[in-house]
């Protein structure tokens, strides 16, 4: 800044900084980031200004970072992003490097949790996660697991599976759509022992996934009911019935895993 009684520039300390320098004095037991996200997203010149803070835990060569500071930063890796930059040398030396990768099985588990609509969980199981991602070409959407988040957000708010089209693209939309066409057992025809076990084998592998999903909308008083006949579709679907039904409900995952011990395993 020009300070216009000296004619001279003065430095200012960063408001992030101080907030540091609070937080680090008034916790001094524990340890706080200073967390540098899209780091790779720099440009060489821009990641330069950050080599001070990163390698000499300084700001401006002026200040020092407090004694309980940590430095963090995540990014994405070339062949991951359009976007990214590769990143200095001395930077990627001096950092130790955890490499995140998402499976299905992991994201399905997250999903379960973290109410990503059912139908969305569904599809991502049939398809083994195969359109968990699609290739990013910067010209159309691509799917990837920030986008199915945001799918689900659209599918809850207007329960059209065409809307998720400018998110994931049009070639998995339509793939999704025809998924969530398929015929499916109800849960109120279970609810009144309508259906056989030859009508389970008239359906095929897409229709029993979405009839997973469709039953797991059972309530708690139901749920033995609906569980002993979702048993008989096979083991892979009540695994996906019994997660979506729980969504991280305490009470529920406990039902669930008081039924399991109650037929050993």
Not at 63 to 69: F, G, Q, T
Not at 202 to 215: F, G, I, P, W
């Given at each position: 800044m020009y300070n216009q009684d000296t004619h001279e520039m003065i430095d200012i300390k960063p408001s992030w900084l101080k907030k540091l320098e609070n937080i680090c004095e008034s916790e001094p037991d524990k340890l706080h980031i200073v967390f540098f996200d899209e780091i790779t997203n720099a440009l060489p010149s821009i990641q330069g200004i950050a080599f001070n803070i990163i390698l000499d835990k300084e700001v401006?060569?002026?200040?020092?970072?407090?004694?309980?500071?940590?430095i963090v930063a995540a990014g994405n890796e070339m062949k991951d992003s359009l976007a990214a930059n590769q990143l200095a040398e001395p930077l990627f030396n001096r950092f130790a490097h955890v490499y995140i990768k998402t499976t299905p099985d992991g994201w399905l588990k997250w999903a379960s949790e973290n109410n990503i609509h059912p139908a969305i969980c569904a599809y991502i199981a049939y398809t083994g996660g195969r359109s968990l991602r699609s290739k990013y070409t910067g010209e159309k959407p691509n799917a990837d697991p920030r986008k199915w988040e945001m799918a689900s957000k659209m599918l809850y708010k207007t329960g059209n599976p065409k809307m998720i089209r400018s998110l994931v693209g049009e070639d998995i939309t339509n793939e999704f759509v025809e998924f969530c066409n398929q015929e499916v057992i109800t849960l109120e025809g279970v609810?009144?022992?309508k259906y056989t076990l030859e009508d389970i084998a008239?359906?095929?592998?897409?229709?029993?996934?979405?009839?997973?999903?469709?039953?797991?909308q059972v309530d708690e008083e139901n749920y033995d009911k609906v569980r002993s006949f979702v048993s008989k579709i096979?083991?892979?679907?009540?695994?996906?019935?019994?997660?979506?039904?729980?969504?991280?409900?305490?009470?529920?995952?406990e039902q669930v895993a008081i039924k399991k011990l109650q037929l050993g395993g």
């Open positions: 401006n060569g002026i200040w020092k970072l407090p004694d309980n500071a940590r609810l009144q022992d008239l359906l095929n592998t897409a229709s029993l996934y979405l009839t997973a999903v469709n039953l797991s096979g083991p892979e679907f009540e695994s996906i019935f019994n997660s979506l039904y729980a969504q991280g409900n305490e009470k529920r995952l």
